[in-house]
């Protein structure tokens, strides 16, 4: 499975963003999928994860109720829409993917069962 993020840009606070990621190969319709962030001085961080259904999502608590994930497999592509952005969601949005819950739940999982994308730059400027 190959990802392909898009979408980041510069926004002011309290603005909104989509990103998205769109995925080649047709396994990605059974793997969760989910997003993390980097920021400066931070480790990856768990944003928001769907399962390949996509019935079943879970947030991060920074992001719990401004951000969105969804998934349309018949694009194969995954989205995630941000809105109420502050200049602390600054940071690189990374795409990832993996046969299971388990593989995508964490940075460290994705390293070792899952699929990295490239990031995209997420910019809030207050």
């Known amino acids: 499975v190959q990802l392909q993020a898009s979408g980041g840009g510069l926004v002011q606070a309290g603005g909104s963003l989509t990103l998205s990621c769109t995925a080649s190969?047709?396994?990605?319709?059974?793997?969760?999928s989910a997003w993390f962030r980097q920021g400066p001085g931070y480790e990856r961080e768990f944003v928001a994860g769907?399962?390949?259904?996509?019935?079943?999502?879970d947030y991060g608590d920074s992001v719990r109720g401004r951000f969105t994930i969804s998934r349309n497999n018949a694009k194969n592509t995954m989205y995630l829409q941000m809105n109420s952005l502050a200049p602390e969601d600054t940071a690189v949005y990374y795409c990832?993917?993996?046969?299971?819950?388990?593989?995508?739940?964490?940075?460290?999982?994705?390293?070792?069962?899952?699929?990295w994308g490239q990031g995209t730059l997420v910019t809030v400027s207050s």
């Open positions: 769907i399962n390949w259904a996509g019935n079943t999502v």
């Open positions: 190969g047709s396994a990605f319709g059974s793997y969760a």
């Open positions: 990832a993917a993996g046969p299971s819950w388990a593989a995508i739940s964490s940075a460290r999982a994705v390293g070792v069962n899952g699929y």
